[in-house]
């Protein structure tokens, strides 16, 4: 009896190893084990290895644990009945049950989980022996499953292993980290992953505020409203506003100058524009991102989709959707939102939903506008006046200076925390 005793003991204890492999090698980091493999690890090597015949090392590890478990139990099984007669049963049904459910699979995996990483670095050789002797019964098994899958219409086949967008933006959410660092670093990537959900026209600067000039001007004009502008890259118009014959780099019209002897008056400003790059406002920021690229511009108009000049865009206002604002030194300060005592915001109205969202983690619909004034002329239905307010997915909206038809100013008062998730109609 001592020698099956023991004998029970050393089963449980594999049954134990079983368990907490099974759950360590599934739970373990499977780009940290690439790393580990990459920096040279050859238990980490091993892993990967495990992980590419899944099948294999799930059906040897299950193997491996049934046969020590019922091992066990028959052995328990016999010296009961022989103590205890009949009644032998129950107490080794009973006595077993507890046994392998604390030592055997509760205990073990709970300890592996905690630390997945380091227990399946330490078990890989251990459990790849395994699955080497065990293979030839694990592969009759799996062929036996794929035969009974088959008749009853099933045709099982390979799991899929890449990571979608979906996996990849909730992996970045499940980063509960709440440090400054981390939380930039994580809405830089989601912002990587939305480039191809983004428009052009929903970053794009409206021609409103963009800087040209009538190439029809003298030149020591042009080149004076060059030198006053912020900008090195500026459209150049003829006729109308509307009729746009090139974008002149500042560079280039000063290259033009020191040509004529630093005398601007002569210089044809046209000819040293580059050609107007137009696009559509529905080209997404990863495919203009990779035109840029591929085209070496850092500079392109904007047109709907009925060829009418929309506003430009430029590289820098892609990454800055990827990295925030990108401030230097001949940036104009236009302020955007300012924060109030009471919790709400003073925001612009052509401030955008999306710089809204990643800065304060606001869940505002981006879908049908881009600003904040247009989210709230979108909900409306209607130009409101000033001093009017709006309830619009749990946040307040105050329409605090309007010109003409365009919202300018308003105030915006979020959710309190108890508030979350409410929506109210207009008032």
């Known amino acids: 009896m001592l020698v099956t005793a023991c004998a029970i003991i050393i089963l449980l204890v594999l049954s134990a190893f079983f368990s907490g492999s099974e759950t360590a090698l599934t739970a373990a980091s499977r780009p940290l084990m690439h790393q580990l493999d990459q920096n040279g690890d050859h238990r980490a090597r091993i892993v990967n290895r495990l992980h590419e ?5 799930i059906g040897a590890i299950l193997l491996g644990n049934n046969l020590v478990n019922i091992l066990a139990s ?3 099984t016999s010296v009961l009945i022989a103590l205890f007669g009949e009644a032998g049963v129950v107490y080794a049904t009973l006595s077993m049950t507890l046994l392998v459910l604390i030592f055997a699979e509760v205990l073990p995996k709970t300890y592996a989980i905690r630390d997945a990483n380091r227990v399946a670095l330490g078990v890989a050789p251990i459990i790849r022996v395994v699955v080497s002797l065990l293979s030839p019964i694990t592969v009759a098994v799996q062929a036996l499953v794929t035969g009974v899958l088959r008749l009853f219409g099933a045709e099982p086949g390979q799991p899929a292993n890449e990571a979608t967008a979906e996996e990849l933006r909730g992996a970045i959410s499940l980063h509960a980290t709440e440090g400054r660092a981390v939380k930039d670093e994580r809405a830089m990537l989601r912002s990587v992953l939305d480039l191809s959900e983004v428009q052009v026209g929903e970053i794009m600067t409206h021609r409103r505020r963009v800087t040209t000039i009538d190439a029809d001007e003298p030149a020591d004009v042009v080149v004076e409203q060059a030198l006053e502008s912020p900008f090195t890259r500026i459209p150049l118009w003829r006729g109308e506003p509307d009729n746009l014959v090139g974008v002149v780099h500042a560079k280039d019209l000063l290259r033009g100058v020191r040509a004529h002897a630093w005398n601007p008056e002569g210089v044809d400003v046209v000819s040293l524009a ?13 495919d203009q991102l990779q035109e840029f690229r591929r085209r070496r511009e850092h500079f392109a108009l904007v047109v709907d989709e009925y060829g009418t000049w929309m506003g430009i865009v430029t590289l820098e206002d892609i990454l800055e959707e990827i990295v925030g604002d990108i401030a230097d030194e001949h940036d104009v300060a236009v302020p955007g939102v300012v924060r109030q005592p009471d919790g709400g915001y003073v925001v612009q109205g052509s401030v955008t939903i999306r710089d809204l969202n990643r800065e304060f983690d606001w869940g505002l619909p981006d879908e049908e506008a881009s600003t904040i004034a247009g989210l709230v002329l979108h909900e409306s239905r209607r130009i409101p006046d000033v001093g009017q307010t709006f309830l619009f997915h749990g946040f307040r909206f105050e329409i605090l200076r309007r010109h003409r038809h365009q919202i300018t100013s ?15 109609g207009a008032g």
């Not at 015949?53 to 090392?57: A, I």
């Not at 580059?274 to 990863?286: E, G, K, M, N, R």
């Not at 308003?410 to 109210?424: C, N, S």
């Open 274 to 286: 580059a050609a107007p790059w137009f696009v559509p406002d529905s080209t997404s920021l990863l």
């Open 53 to 57: 015949h899944q099948d294999r090392l």
């Open 74 to 76: 028959a052995l328990a």
């Open 410 to 424: 308003l105030r915006v008062t979020p959710p309190q925390p108890d508030e979350e998730g409410k929506t109210a």
